[in-house]
């Protein structure tokens, strides 16, 4: 028997359930703010996340999905929704013709890494992203909407901290210090942030192994007045409508963030981030477009709720349609239409079996009543409706049963 792949997943009723409730809180809170939907295709040039995501970090280097086509073109499944967005965006001239777009996406994504509880290798995205508006108030409304829908679906343990990246201009005076500090304590770093410290030295600071120990110790980021300015307007917008804490080691893992940068935290463990997200005010220019403000974020489906926990959403009530003889099996079938054609929940239609055995088919679907048909009851133009649960049973005509049986479920 061929075996599902390691990190991948089936995931059946009622987890899958969970799913389309948190898609609903999110279509319904995206409406309100003006969002857009945005459908995505699966796989993009390779090239698109190495110039955007970055070379450096971890989903380019290590995890992304990569391969050739018979067209031998580089391909790449799409590790996250941010990059497929701002080419979108840029191939459809928006630029031109409507520059300000706010977009959402809801979809599937894709890295390899170690899987573990709350890290899979397809995991889902519900994802928006704000294009063409600098204003501090665009990075209030993004965090406040996406508080909006954690709520709404019920998440509450949850902390959100928030930092600002600087911009083209303080970040390298940052960095270059970053360095310098890092450079004296260059042998007690782990391997990766050896690396890490010429290259991206930002990382060093949320790495779960060095990071910790440099909590306080570390140069302390300098904004410029235009940063700092954009960074006290956005606390002063979310202070009273959400508890953050400003996190001056929160730097993020792609590269192309700058300004503010959040994440929605739950639990105390590696995985513990349920959203995350922040501005992107560089990365439409360096993809070959004008120079163009953006912010975003996404949250990780399943880390939401697991944030929320298990919760099982009540079953939908149901009947079965028995029937008991073959002369039966066209009224039965035309009754399971009708009845949800009238948007009752029906099952049924194991005629091939006998009445021990649909009878046990509608204890297994849970089912509330039994629609049974036999031979009298068709003769009187009729059914026996029977309460699954106490055993009772009435007979009730044709005519009557969609009726009778919409009082009941
Ligand atoms: P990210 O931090 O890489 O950001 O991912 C966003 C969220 O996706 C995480 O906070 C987490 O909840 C979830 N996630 C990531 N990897 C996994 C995994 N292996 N298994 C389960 N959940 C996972 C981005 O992807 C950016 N595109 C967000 C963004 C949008 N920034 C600006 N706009």
Redesign the pocket.
């Known amino acids: 028997m061929t075996k599902l792949v390691r990190g991948f997943r089936d995931i059946f009723e009622p987890q899958s359930k969970n799913f389309t409730q948190l898609e609903n809180c999110a279509r319904d809170v995206f409406a309100v703010y003006g969002f857009s939907e945005l459908r995505l295709p699966t796989v993009e040039l390779k090239e698109l996340f190495v110039k955007s995501?970055g070379e450096t970090t971890d989903?380019v280097q290590k995890?992304m999905y990569a391969f050739e086509d018979a067209g031998h073109r580089q391909l790449a499944i799409r590790?996250?929704?941010?990059?497929g967005?701002v080419r979108a965006y840029l191939e459809n001239n928006f630029v031109q013709n409507a520059p300000v777009q706010k977009f959402y996406y809801i979809g599937n994504?894709f890295?390899a890494?170690r899987?573990q509880a709350?890290?899979?290798?397809e995991?889902?995205?519900i994802?928006?992203?704000y294009i063409g508006n600098s204003a501090p108030a665009a990075d209030a409304e993004v965090i406040l909407m996406l508080k909006e829908i954690v709520a709404r679906f019920g998440a509450k343990n949850y902390s959100v901290k928030i930092n600002s990246l600087g911009c083209d201009k303080c970040r390298p005076l940052y960095r270059q210090k970053l360095i310098d500090f890092l450079k004296q304590e260059k042998d007690t770093l782990c391997e990766n942030c050896q690396v890490r410290l010429e290259k991206n030295p930002l990382r060093v600071l949320d790495c779960k192994i060095d990071g910790p120990r440099f909590i306080g110790r570390v140069p302390q980021f300098e904004l410029c007045p235009e940063c700092q300015a954009h960074f006290d307007e956005v606390q002063r917008l979310l202070k009273g409508k959400i508890d953050f804490v400003v996190d001056p080691m929160l730097v993020?893992?792609?590269d192309?963030?700058s300004r503010t940068v959040f994440?929605?935290q739950a639990g105390d463990g590696s995985?513990n981030?349920?959203?995350?997200?922040?501005?992107?005010d560089s990365l439409i220019k360096n993809m070959g477009g004008p120079a163009t403000p953006?912010?975003?974020?996404?949250?990780?489906?399943?880390?939401?709720m697991l944030a929320r926990g298990e919760s099982t959403p009540e079953p939908v009530k149901s009947v079965y349609v028995v029937s008991m003889d073959k002369s039966c099996n066209e009224t039965a079938f035309n009754l399971m239409q009708q009845l949800r054609q009238a948007g009752i929940r029906t099952e049924g239609g194991l005629f091939d079996k006998n009445i021990k055995g649909q009878m046990k088919q509608a204890d297994r679907c849970c089912a509330a009543h039994a629609v049974i048909l036999g031979t009298d009851e068709l003769a009187a133009g009729e059914v026996t409706l029977k309460n699954l649960q106490t055993g009772e049973q009435h007979r009730v005509s044709l005519e009557q049963v969609e009726n009778e049986v919409k009082q009941l479920v």
């Open positions: 995501t989903i995890e590790p996250e929704g941010t990059p967005v994504m890295r890494e899987p709350g890290r899979y290798r995991f889902e995205q994802g928006a992203e993020r893992g792609l192309y963030y994440e929605f995985q981030a349920i959203a995350a997200g922040g501005r992107y953006a912010i975003g974020w996404a949250m990780g489906a399943e880390r939401v």
